[in-house]
């Protein structure tokens, strides 16, 4: 099914040339997403607005998406943890007490792991929902400030980018804006959701908040066109996740696209559509062990919680 749609170009490669995939979100409300032919890059047909993306995520957002408007243990939990993951992950790329910061900190776990790791680490969160956890308990130095409000310093040595790319009106203009701000050689690790090996099955992959949906070659080609090179990828392509660390270089005067991927997406789309069938044995046994991993968390979580704000407390 193809759609021309002038009032759209495509924000990788320009072409207003998109084949619809879906036009249902995950929980069965009309949403459209598109496959642009030129690039390969999935995205909402139409992308929002920023101001509809900042009206959505002012109202919206946490409800939604969680379903809380304070973090639970359970989640300070195992955000404390993926940021123990990240750091580990990168803490040989850079020296002993860099700067590093966070755009889109969320809680602010990550921030708090480089911290105490003794970097220095602070970020920001447009979002106002867990702030107040952020700054009266965890002490973590995250500011509630939007990414284009923040003004080109070119002084920035590490850019962390967690699962926030995917939010964006236009990850060009985000990329952009961060490479701004980075120094010369200065790193930017982004992690994201990989489309051609979802985490979930097909009918429920879609949701307003994931504007964009990356492969790890859609993604690569992005930031190289805004000026970034690979420094390392730290998962495969069947992993459910894009792991990449990039480092800043020059934006390339005559950026080359590649016209294969958007077929090789739709392929892999595709096969994992037709698989989710028969990967349902499979599937359901993935979801009995996560919802056993749930039930060990809710036990847990109350505990390492403690232990975490204690170890904070008057910092
Ligand atoms: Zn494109």
Redo the contacts with the bound molecule.
Sequence with gaps: MNQPDNLQT?D????NQFSVISEKDRHGSSLTTGL?N????VSHLPVPSEEEVSAYYAKDYRRDYHGESSPSTRRIMRAWNNGARILKQLAPHIPAQTDVFEVGAGIGCTVKNFEAAGYQASGIEPNTGFNAYTRDTLHADVTNTNLYDLESSSDKHVILLIHVIEHFSSPTRALSHIRGLLKEDGLLYIECPNIAAPFATFGRLFHFAHIYNFTPNTLIAMATKCGFEVVEKFTDEANPDIQILFRKTIVPENFQ?NTEEAERTKTAIYRYNALTYNLRPAYLQRRICKLLKYGNEYLKAGAFVKTLEARFHDK
């Design positions: 495509c990788l490669c320009g072409s642009c030129g690039c390969g890059l696209i």
